[in-house]
C-alpha cells in the first residue's frame, strides 16, 4: 500500500509499505518483516504529471472557446468559465483599456451585478492600471487591512486572496488585466504563474484579433460608404490583366450594367477597340503614379457612346495589388465644344466666301464660254468640227467635275466631325487648305512656300478637323500680312507665308510661319483665351487659336509659338506619330 508518513523526514514522506508475517513453528504468528520504499519524489512527478495535465486539458479548453464560430462576447465568457473551473476560483473580471486611458470592465463572472457597477472604470490610481504599467503577474495572497475602494468592495463579496493577469497583445504591449478572485485566503501560488499568463496571453490575442476585425468591419464599412457615395464611377482593376475586381454603385448606374456583369469584364472593353493609349498607361502604370486620359469614348449598355476622362492609379485592395479607376462623365462639355468647332467652322466659311465663289466661278466661266459657242454655232447652222467639239466636251467634264469637287470640300468641311482618332497623313489636311484659300492668298499677293515631307509617318487624329486648325492659322497669317502691309514703310515688305512639315524623334511637326506683324509677349501669352482677339470688332470670334490649340490638344499634340513684333510669328504643332 502507498501510505504518506507525516512524520518522516521534514515534511513527511510517501513510502510504498509492505509487510510479511512472522511465524514460529507451531504457524503462529511472532513478528512481521516491514518494507518501506520512499516514493516521494515519485509521487511529486506524478501529481506534477496530473497537474500539468490539468493545465494543458484547460488551456486546450480555453484555446477551443476562443477560437469558436461565436461573437467575442460568448467566447469570453466559455474562456472564463473554464478558467474558473480550472482554478475552483469565484469570481473573474476582465478589464480593457479605452480611449480615455482608463480601465472599463468589458466581462465579470462571480461577482454581484452591483459590485460589478461599482468598479467597472478604474483609474490610475487603481491597482489595474499599476499591474498593466508595470506587465507582471501580481497577487495578493491575504488581502491587506487598508487597501483601494476596489479591493475592499472585493472584500464585502467575501473575496479573500486576488491575482492580477495581464493581457498583452502581439507586440508585448498591455492593453487589459484579468483579476481572479477566490473566498479562501493564500489561494494563489507561484505555480499558477506560468499557465495564468499562458491564457492572458491567449485571451488577448483572442481580443486583439477581435478588435482588429471589428476595426477591419468599421473600416470597410466606411469604404463602402465613400466607394459607393462617390459621384463618379469607380473601378477597381486587377494589376495584371485588367480584369474589374469591384465597382461602386455610381459605376453601375453610369453604365448600364449589373455588378455581375461587371465583375471579371476586362476593363478597355467598356471603350473603344483597340484603345493603345489607355492600355499602354494601365500597362506602364507604376506606384505613386496618377495618370489622367482626356475625352476617352466609353460605352453604355447597349452600345451607346459617351466621353469620360479616365484618371488611374494603384493602391492596394486587401492583400493585393490593384489599379483604381475613376470617370468623369464629360460629354455634355464635349458636345458644347463640338457646337463651338463648329460655329468656327461656319465662321471660316464665311471668311472664305469670296475665295470660294472664285473657285466656282471659273470652271462655271469655262463652261459658259464652251455653251455660248455652242449656241453660236447652232444659231449659225455651222457644223463644229469633231475635235473642237470633243476638246469642248472634255473642258466642261473637267471644269464641272472641279466645281463639285469644291463643293463637295466644303460640304466635307461644314459637316460636324466626331472626335475620333484614325491614322492621317498630315500633309493631306494642309494640301486642302489651299483648295478654299489659295484664290485669297493670290489676292492678297502673298509668297507662299510649303515644304512637306512625303515620308511622314502616321498621326492619329481627324482630317476635317485637323484641316480647321491649319484654315485658322493661315487665315490669321493673311490678316498679319495685310496689317504689316498698311503700316508705314512696309508697303515693299516681302508677304511671306511657309508651312513646313517633318518628323523627328517620334514625332510629327509643322511649322506655320509668316513675316506678318508679329506679337507683343502679353499678346502671345493671352492668344489662345478663347474670345481674345487683336482684331477690329466685327473682323473675328477670338476663337480660332483657341479652338486650334483644343483640337491640337484632343490629339495628344502641342503648341509652341514663337513671334517678335515687326518680324513676324511661327506656330509649331507637334504630333505624337503612331508606331508602325
Known amino acids: 500500500a502507498e501510505v504518506f508518513f507525516p512524520r518522516l523526514g521534514e515534511n513527511g514522506k510517501w513510502c510504498w509499505f509492505t509487510a510479511a508475517p512472522i511465524k514460529g513453528h507451531d504457524g503462529s504468528i511472532v513478528g512481521a518483516i516491514e518494507t518501506l520504499w520512499d516514493k516521494t519524489e515519485d509521487k511529486k512527478a506524478e501529481e506534477e504529471r496530473e497537474r500539468h495535465t490539468s493545465e494543458l486539458s484547460t488551456l486546450c479548453s ?113 492593453f487589459g488585466v484579468i483579476r481572479i478572485g477566490s473566498k479562501k485566503p493564500m489561494y494563489f501560488d507561484r505555480e499558477q504563474k506560468n499557465v495564468l499568463e499562458l491564457i492572458g496571453n491567449r485571451i488577448g490575442v483572442a481580443i486583439e484579433n477581435a478588435m482588429l476585425q471589428e476595426q477591419y468591419i468599421k473600416s470597410e464599412k466606411k469604404y463602402r460608404t465613400l466607394f459607393n457615395s462617390d459621384p463618379h464611377p469607380i473601378f477597381i482593376l486587377d494589376s495584371k490583366t485588367f480584369e474589374i475586381l469591384d465597382m461602386n454603385q455610381r459605376a ?210 481627324e482630317h476635317n478637323r485637323l484641316e480647321q486648325v491649319f484654315i485658322n492659322l493661315v487665315s490669321n497669317a493673311i490678316d498679319a500680312l495685310d496689317e504689316k502691309g498698311k503700316q508705314p514703310g512696309s508697303a515693299d515688305s516681302p508677304k511671306q507665308l511657309l508651312i513646313k512639315s517633318f518628323s523627328d524623334d517620334g514625332q510629327v511637326t509643322v511649322h506655320v510661319a509668316d513675316t506678318g506683324t508679329g506679337m507683343t509677349e502679353e499678346v502671345k501669352n493671352k492668344i489662345i483665351e478663347p474670345f481674345f482677339t487683336t482684331k477690329k470688332v466685327g473682323k473675328g470670334t477670338g476663337l480660332g487659336v483657341s479652338i486650334s490649340y483644343g483640337i491640337v490638344k484632343d490629339y495628344g499634340g502641342s503648341i509652341e509659338i514663337e513671334s517678335q513684333v515687326g518680324t513676324g510669328t511661327t506656330f509649331k504643332l507637334m504630333f505624337p506619330a503612331v508606331n508602325s
Open 62 to 174: 480555453i484555446y477551443s472557446a476562443l477560437n469558436a464560430p461565436a461573437d467575442l462576447k460568448t467566447r469570453i465568457n466559455q474562456a472564463v468559465a473554464e478558467l474558473l473551473n480550472f482554478l475552483s476560483a469565484d469570481g473573474v473580471c476582465i478589464y480593457l483599456l479605452d480611449d480615455d486611458g482608463k480601465y472599463h470592465l468589458r466581462y465579470c463572472r462571480g461577482l454581484s451585478e452591483e459590485a460589478c457597477k461599482e468598479i467597472s472604470v478604474l483609474d490610475e490610481n487603481s491597482i489595474i492600471h499599476r499591474v498593466a504599467q508595470s506587465n507582471e503577474y501580481t497577487m495578493y495572497e491575504d488581502l491587506p487591512d487598508e487597501c483601494p475602494d476596489e479591493i475592499c468592495l472585493l472584500e464585502r463579496e467575501s473575496i479573500a486572496s486576488i491575482a492580477y493577469v495581464p493581457i498583452n497583445s502581439k507586440e508585448n504591449k498591455t
Open 252 to 461: 453601375q448606374d453610369s453604365y448600364g450594367y449589373t455588378r455581375e456583369e461587371l465583375l471579371n469584364l476586362p476593363f478597355l472593353e467598356i471603350g473603344v477597340e483597340h484603345d493603345e493609349e489607355l492600355a499602354q498607361g494601365l500597362k506602364n502604370l507604376t506606384e505613386n503614379q496618377s495618370l489622367l486620359f482626356t475625352k476617352k469614348r466609353h460605352y453604355r449598355k447597349g452600345r451607346k457612346p459617351f466621353y469620360v476622362n479616365v484618371n488611374m492609379g494603384f493602391a492596394k485592395y486587401g492583400e493585393r495589388n490593384v489599379i483604381i479607376v475613376s470617370t468623369t462623365d464629360i460629354t455634355e462639355a464635349v458636345e458644347k465644344e463640338t457646337q463651338l468647332i463648329q460655329a468656327g467652322k461656319m465662321t471660316t466659311l464665311g471668311v472664305m466666301a469670296a475665295g470660294m465663289a472664285h473657285e466656282i466661278n471659273q470652271p462655271l466661266n469655262v463652261i459658259q464660254v464652251c455653251a455660248d459657242f455652242f449656241l453660236k454655232m447652232l444659231k449659225r447652222g455651222a457644223k463644229i468640227d469633231d475635235d473642237d467639239l470633243r476638246t469642248m466636251a472634255n473642258d466642261i467634264v473637267a471644269n464641272v467635275e472641279r466645281a463639285t469637287g469644291v463643293i463637295k470640300h466644303v460640304r466635307d468641311f461644314a459637316r460636324q466631325s466626331d472626335l475620333v482618332h484614325s491614322k492621317v497623313n498630315i500633309n493631306d489636311p494642309i494640301k486642302d487648305v489651299f483648295k478654299v484659300l489659295g484664290h485669297q492668298l493670290k489676292v492678297h499677293d502673298i509668297d507662299v512656300q510649303v515644304d512637306l515631307d512625303p515620308d511622314l509617318p502616321y498621326i492619329l487624329a
